[in-house]
């Protein structure tokens, strides 16, 4: 079992950065791949960005690709999630989960993680 917990949301202001962590504890194994996600009010959860824990290869969503930044500190077992000129439509809960499979596909789809934090809330105010 991995556990993961995220921290470091909060209310922000639009246009401002943030950084979002992620802690994991358990049976960490470098051979993740570990991801965030996010779900907006009334929408379906998608996909951020990713990272393989061993490799530090990176993936990120097309949409968001130069306004995040994911990466992940080794010693602390913690992922990170750097978050730039944030937007109202980024409101929402921010989730980190991990899995095994690399490569870009298997990285974005939700359903090919199998532990998941318990979210944190970024909102973002106009």
């Known amino acids: 079992q991995v556990q993961l917990v995220e921290s470091g949301g909060g209310l922000v202001q639009a246009g401002d950065s943030v950084r979002l962590s992620c802690a994991a504890s358990g049976r960490t194994n470098s051979r993740y791949v570990v991801g965030w996600f996010r779900q907006a009010p009334g929408k379906e959860r998608e996909f951020v960005a990713a990272?393989?824990?061993?490799?530090?290869?990176?993936y990120y969503a097309d949409p968001l690709q130069g306004r995040v930044t994911i990466s992940r500190d080794n010693t602390k077992d913690t992922l990170y999630l750097q978050m730039y000129s944030l937007k109202p439509e980024d409101t929402g809960v921010y989730y980190c989960a991990a899995q095994y499979y690399d490569g870009k596909y298997y990285a974005s789809d939700e359903h090919t993680y199998f532990y998941w934090g318990q979210g944190t809330q970024v909102t973002v105010s106009s």
């Open positions: 990272i393989n824990w061993s490799t530090g290869r990176t």
